[in-house]
């Protein structure tokens, strides 16, 4: 190895820089769990909790239901579901079988789940009752064959007060049956609990996940048992303070998104802990919970410790049970930091990665040196390198900025039916991350910049050139180009800049009510600003780093 691993100098004590990954899918990683800590809670849903024995049998019962359905190995079983014990349930009946899960953002809109479920060739979808006219509209234009409606309350412990209520419209509904239409709840009631033989084999497909966006720039994240299960123990190692079967987690991170599913569900299912779910991440539910179930472990993108920093009754907490704060998508301003350690001195780590990479690559040593800025060192049995922007293969020396690239037993295996996406980003097993970094003296990681210009609002990815794409089609714009602006709260927002058709009048209003009806929520421009021209080169291709550079000029800011 022509590079030098600076960072495992800067390890914890007592963290090791190679570990013996082992050999264990994750339903087989549950049921040893249950057999170690049989009546220790897996689940926290508002109140209602599930122990380890129980949430194996309920796995047990819903695998046999999908082999009844006639789901098989490989199958691909779509997810269309927020923090729920459903979602849990099912993802691991899914890999008991044999079957792939497809985690998809329930905040999607139609055109970007119907492109996702149709590139996966999904067959079953997994959904609330909430989405089921959605659901229906999808199987017209999809591959999807049968429908499995949850609703919110299944797990609720009612008739008892709730620790969130539930608005009406979230209560049970009853849904017509309907061909290959069937109820999450009726489908447990017809099988039983005993053992189903794990069919998940370690160097086959466990998961695809989206990298975002749509049709030309999303794809699907091919991700196996062997990789899951690999970056799941890295990261328990690197939690080092956590105890197997003692501990719990805030599931703020949502499940669909590789953070949750490797870092809160597949952690905690590997230790024993329990999950703490929050099916809706707003400041008011997580202060609720963290008071009621004290988690060990308060997980969240910078966003969400700015609204709970800005809340009394957050500061206000008796956070003597909260081992760590974790962070991810961006690192944490240095006053969200002080902030936060004013509450409680513990560790704060920050995460970083990518969903190639299943997806955690680095995190801030627990119980080492917390550099400001940075997003720590890379995890046991990783490599890290940075290398040229020109040609991707010149290495850069400590300090030097480039191109991040990743090596370990995490790096997916490719793209789904892309060979020629996967050929670009793979290469001798270094993954291409399209981040600008730099590595410092002590092996910690800076990410400075983005190679391509992916916005990330708020924890979200959001791709630009979609955004651009969605705008096009609008018979008043003759140009627009979207770029990401600074953002105190969301971190980073979405800007567009726009060229009318001569002889047209636009406003703002027009152009958000478009994109509202074609984009996630999160995804619609918060700043338009109407331009004469865009700056191009020499063939008419729209420089977006220029634009970017004269908004920053423009907002009086620095690089």
């Not at 119907?114 to 996966?120: A, M, R």
């Not at 709730?162 to 447990?188: A, C, N, S, W, Y």
């Not at 001798?428 to 983005?450: K, M, N, P, Q």
């Amino acid at each position: 190895m022509s590079f030098e691993r600076l960072w495992h100098k800067s390890y914890a004590p007592g963290i090791p820089a190679e570990i013996e990954i082992e050999q264990i899918t994750l339903p087989e990683i549950l049921t040893r769990t249950t057999n170690r800590f049989p009546d220790n809670l897996a689940l926290i849903y508002m109140g209602k909790k599930i122990t380890y024995w129980e949430l194996e049998g309920l796995v047990n019962r819903f695998a046999r239901a999908l082999m009844g359905l006639g789901v098989k190995a490989g199958d691909k079983v779509a997810m269309l579901l927020p923090n729920v014990p459903q979602m849990v349930i099912a993802s691991y009946a899914t890999y008991r079988i044999g079957a792939v899960t497809v985690m998809n953002n329930p905040l999607y809109t139609e055109r970007e789940l119907e492109y996702q479920l149709n590139d996966s060739d999904s067959t079953v979808l997994i959904t609330l009752d909430l989405l089921f006219p959605r659901a229906l509209k999808l199987r017209e234009n999809t591959k999807i064959e049968k429908i499995i409606t949850c609703h919110i309350n299944d797990y609720l412990p009612f008739p008892k007060k709730q620790l969130v209520p539930v608005l009406k419209k979230d209560m049970h509904r009853k849904i017509e049956p309907t061909d290959g239409v069937h109820e999450f709840m009726d489908l447990m009631k017809d099988y039983p609990g005993e053992p189903v033989e794990n069919a998940a084999k370690w160097e086959e497909l466990g998961t695809l996940m989206y990298t975002g966006g749509t049709t030309g720039v999303s794809k699907g994240v091919m991700l196996t048992h062997a990789n899951i299960s690999s970056n799941t123990q890295q990261l328990r190692v690197w939690f080092s303070d956590l105890e197997d079967g003692k501990d719990s987690e805030l599931a703020v991170f949502p499940f669909f998104h590789s953070a949750g599913y490797t870092g809160v569900m597949n952690l905690t299912i590997y230790s024993g802990n329990t999950d703490i779910l929050v099916p809706r991440p707003e400041p008011g539910v997580i202060i609720e919970m963290i008071e009621k179930f004290k988690p060990s472990l308060v997980p969240g993108v910078p966003t969400i410790f700015v609204g709970l920093l800005n809340s009394e009754k957050f500061r206000n907490l008796d956070f003597s049970c909260v081992k760590a704060f974790a962070a991810g998508a961006a690192p944490l301003a240095v006053d969200t930091i002080k902030q936060i350690k004013s509450l409680a001195s513990v560790p704060i780590v920050n995460v970083y990665g990518l969903t190639e990479i299943s997806p955690m690559g680095t995190a801030t040593p627990w119980g080492g040196e917390e550099k400001v800025g940075t997003v720590g060192v890379p995890l046991p049995n990783t490599d890290l390198k940075i290398v040229d922007l020109e040609t991707g293969e010149k290495e850069m020396a400590q300090g030097e900025t480039g191109e991040v690239l990743f090596k370990g037993p995490q790096v997916m295996k490719g793209y789904y039916k892309k060979p020629e996406e996967t050929a670009k980003a793979l290469k001798d097993g270094w993954v291409s991350t399209g981040d600008i970094g730099f590595l410092d003296e002590d092996g910690y990681l800076t990410i400075v910049d983005r190679k391509k210009d992916m916005i990330v609002a708020s924890g979200y990815n959001i791709y630009p050139n979609e955004v651009d794409e969605i705008l096009f089609e609008h018979p008043k714009i003759l140009e627009a180009c979207t770029i990401g602006v600074p953002d105190e709260y969301r971190g980073e927002s979405v800007k567009t800049y726009i060229v009318v058709k001569p002889g047209e009048a636009l406003t703002k209003e027009e152009v958000i009510g478009h994109c509202k009806a074609k984009l996630a929520a999160y995804k619609v421009p918060k700043e338009i600003e109407f331009i004469d021209e865009l700056p191009k080169t020499a063939v008419g291709k729209i420089l977006r780093r220029e634009l970017k550079e004269l908004d920053r000029k423009k907002r009086g800011g620095s690089a």
